[in-house]
């Protein structure tokens, strides 16, 4: 079953101007014989043009859009700079998490951090590694298991995608701020969105998972794209400054082939980018990524913002889906 809103008048906040083409895009995946695929909502110039839901999701559920909330996390590092909480990401992680100072993510850059190349022993494509993220989840006390990871290589030099130095950065954030990250989210960015109903798990000790599990509404995951899209500006007031956000989505390093991640070709600050040939156009992405294709694609030419949300966890037609629904979009809006 699926369930298309634009028109219903039920949601009076958000801005909505049905455009039939895109509308007719989404209903397409109607026919996906997975029951998986929740929701897609897209957005053009901050309006909500297309949305359509799926499988007994609505515009109320909220939904674990999984590593899409590292996206967040970088967000919250780079609102954490502009109010002079963070002083630079070029500090090492000790400078506000002393406890730190003698384990290898000490001498860590935040910038590293930020960028998966902590150096650590931790790569989350290989489940042996010391600092592996389901070794972080079981862990008794995480903040000593993660204290303890080794180094494996020299911080600043190979990219090893891994949610432990996800979880450092959220450690980070709540020790500059003062308070939980998920409290100093609601503070300084989900509430001047508008975003009022949402979780962001916190692991046994109480801290934050930077690393994920936030969960949210498709339609407020989309909203965060937005922000991003408009360079910190939402609804006309400046939210993220402009240089940050332009820092944290400006490819820092290309994606190497040891990755295996076909669906990206840079990183910037926990920001994914990639370049589609869509006809004779080549069309730039930035985007956030979650387990189970959960998306926040962001298409600054199109002036488009596309939110997917999927629970296809484990399951690598959950990725291609989501990049086939992107793509069928930018056909149309390329036309």
Known sequence: MALSLLGCGDRSDAASVADPELTAVLARWDQDDKADLKAVVVMRDGQVVAERYFNG????????????????????????????????????????????????????????????????????????SPGDEDRLDEAADPVAFTLGVPRAHTPGVHYRYNSLT????????????????????????????????????????GHTKGQGNLWLTARDLATLGELVRARGVYRGH?????????????????????????????????????????GSRKVPIRFASGNGGNKI???????????????????????????????????????
């Open 166 to 205: 996800a979880y450092v950065a959220g450690l980070v954030i709540e020790k500059a701020a003062g308070r939980p990250m998920s409290r100093f989210a609601d503070e300084t960015l989900f509430k001047p969105l508008g975003i009022d109903v949402w979780r962001w798990d916190a692991d046994v000790a």
């Open 57 to 128: 999701e609505t515009d109320k559920t909220l939904h674990d859009v999984r590593s899409a909330g590292k996206s967040v996390t970088a967000l919250l590092a780079t609102i954490a700079v502009d109010r002079g909480l963070i002083s630079s990401l070029a500090d090492p992680v000790k400078t506000y998490w002393p406890q730190a100072a003698t384990s290898a993510i000490g001498d860590v850059r935040l910038d590293d951090v930020l960028t998966m190349r902590s150096g650590l022993a931790a790569f989350d494509a290989d489940t042996p």
């Open 297 to 335: 694609y962001i298409a600054p030419d199109q002036r488009l913002v596309v939110a997917i949300t999927s629970s296809a966890y484990g399951r690598g037609y959950g990725q291609r889906r989501s990049e086939a629904i992107l793509k069928a979009i930018l056909e149309v809006e390329s036309r």
């Open 238 to 278: 400046r939210i993220v400054s402009e240089a940050g956000v332009d820092a944290m989505l400006q490819p820092r390093l290309q994606i190497p082939p040891e990755a295996d991640d076909p669906y990206a070709d840079a990183y910037g600050y926990f920001w994914y980018a990639k370049t589609y040939d869509i």
